[in-house]
């Protein structure tokens, strides 16, 4: 009974831990109360003058861009990388496991000084081009790995099945492959997405004139913006993030219905 006390306790105590802050940066958003000292009343004026910030709305457009660009261009090669990893056994596949694996353990700071360094050695200018690659380079590993996940459950005989009743690999990647990966792939596409929107440490290092993001331009307002308008800013952009991570956990324990495939139909 001790035991059970205290470890509802410890619960407790970290999702105070965790929680708390988001719920007062939420409540923070709503306060009249230019820089949160005190509460003066609830408002929507700090949501206004965001939404009035024209470098804010450029910030975002930028944000929407790279993340769209960087998750399309990872999903297509973490969708590869994650089949031919899972489907061809060879002593090389250890070193392309490494290879895949290696963005995921490697420190943020460490990569974008590695990137950086790698564009300036060919004189390449930083800007939108230079964040999309960025980004594609850690969110590769992410989507490989949600796939091979997916492909875990892959049953290779259904493949076989569709070969015996005469399907050619055109219409078996489109009925059988595309819709067992499917949810895989849109939960490795929006974690992508996630990933590249949140990012602030390697966007830093290899971002360029035009190419500043909303985590690059919530560091610069607190050093010289408004506290309320960050405020409301964090919450949006939280807003966002959040549901794009809960739609991916929702496709990742999604599980096809593969007794209603049908191989034999159009």
Same mark, same amino acid.
């Given at each position: ?23 007062? =940066? ?46 399309? %261009? ?12 899972? &489907? ?15 963005? +995921? ?9 590695? =990137?950086? +360094?790698?564009? $300036? ?9 230079? $964040? ?5 380079? %850690? ?18 005989? +259904? ?15 489109? &009925? ?13 596409? =929006? ?43 964090? $919450? ?31």
């Amino acid at each position: 009974m001790k035991s059970r006390y205290t470890s509802l306790f410890m619960t407790v105590a970290v999702a105070v831990f965790m929680y708390l802050p988001i719920a007062v =940066l939420i409540t923070q958003s709503f306060n009249a109360s230019k820089f949160g000292g005190s509460w003066k009343g609830f408002s929507l004026r700090w949501y206004e003058a965001l939404f009035n910030d024209s470098s804010v709305i450029d910030a975002a457009v930028n944000t929407l861009i790279i993340a769209a660009a960087a998750t399309v %261009f990872s999903t297509v090669i973490g969708t590869c990388a994650a089949w031919a990893l899972h &489907k061809y056994k060879t002593s090389l596949q250890n070193v392309h496991y490494l290879l895949v694996y290696a963005p +995921l353990v490697m420190p943020d700071i460490l990569m974008g000084i590695g =990137l950086l +360094l790698l564009f $300036v050695s060919m004189s390449v200018n930083l800007g939108l081009a230079t $964040v999309i690659l960025a980004h594609i380079t %850690f969110c590769v590993s992410f989507v490989t790995f949600t796939v091979l996940a997916r492909l875990q459950d892959f049953d290779f005989a +259904l493949i076989q099945a569709a070969q015996d009743l005469g399907a050619g690999s055109f219409r078996i990647f489109f &009925k059988i492959i595309l819709p067992l990966l499917l949810p895989g792939i849109a939960a490795g596409a =929006l974690m992508a997405f996630t990933l590249s929107m949140d990012d602030f440490v390697v966007t830093f290092f290899v971002g360029g004139p035009g190419s500043t993001t909303l985590p690059v331009k919530v560091y610069g307002m607190m050093k010289h913006g408004t506290p309320a308008v960050i405020n409301a800013l964090s $919450v949006v952009f939280m807003a966002l993030t959040l549901t794009v991570a809960v739609v991916g956990q929702i496709l990742t324990h999604k599980k096809p219905k593969q007794e209603k495939l049908q191989w034999g139909k159009n």
